[in-house]
């Protein structure tokens, strides 16, 4: 059986990918069992260049086909920022509770019209013989006026679905998955590996 790495430090991305990725007749590794410590500095201007340094640095390191996730919030009334800085907004040890009171206060009388906002995911894979795929996806919703939810990580609490009525933390694992930029991003992916390690 063919063992992909995730090229991914975050627990939360892990969880996530992992119920993604069971049905696929592959055994997907973290960078954690796989030994690798290195840190890839995230320097790339797109969420592309991003997960493309990652897969490929990763890969190289631990020569097997290799995964990774590039994400992020984008807010429109901020000009779609924290958006590819998003794990290091206002540091990346400054707890998420501070980062929600700072972008409450930013959208202050804002109206919901104007609270837009989507996450986007970029999947990356690179393979030891060159192959390179990409996949990309979104989702849509608005900034609350509150944090709400235990569920999920990162920015789920203040990012309301209004296509399920809820934030995105209160959503369950599984309808996380099926909504979500990162669900839909890596299934597309996922199509795409099959195809190549039928080649
Ligand atoms: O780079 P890796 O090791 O994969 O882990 P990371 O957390 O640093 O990941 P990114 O560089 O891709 O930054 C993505 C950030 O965007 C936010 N984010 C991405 N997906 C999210 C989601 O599904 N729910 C909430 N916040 C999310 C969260 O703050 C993440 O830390
Ligand atoms: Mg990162």
Request: proline share 4%.
């Amino acid at each position: 059986m063919e063992t992909i790495i995730f090229a991914t430090k975050n627990k939360g991305k892990i969880k996530e990918i992992n119920a993604i990725l069971a049905d696929m007749n592959v055994e997907v590794v973290s960078m954690e069992d796989a030994g690798i410590t290195f840190d890839v500095v995230e320097d790339g201007t797109s969420f592309e260049e991003n997960a493309m340094k990652k897969a490929v640095q990763i890969m190289e390191i631990g020569n097997k086909i290799t995964l990774s996730d590039d994400s992020g919030l984008e807010i429109d009334y901020m000009d779609k920022a924290p958006g590819i800085y998003s794990a290091r907004f206002m540091g990346e040890e400054t707890p998420y509770p501070q980062r929600f009171q700072a972008i409450f206060e930013k959208l202050e009388n804002v109206p919901e019209e104007k609270r837009t906002a989507r996450f986007v995911s970029c999947i990356a894979a690179a393979f030891p013989d060159g192959r390179r795929l990409v996949s990309y996806d979104t989702v849509e919703g608005i900034i609350g006026w509150e944090a709400k939810g235990e569920n999920g990580f990162g920015y789920d609490p203040i990012f309301f679905v209004p296509e399920k009525g809820k934030y995105m933390a209160e959503l369950s694992p599984e309808e996380k998955n099926a909504i979500s930029h990162r669900g839909k991003a890596l299934r597309k992916m996922k199509e795409m590996l099959k195809k190549e390690l039928e080649k």
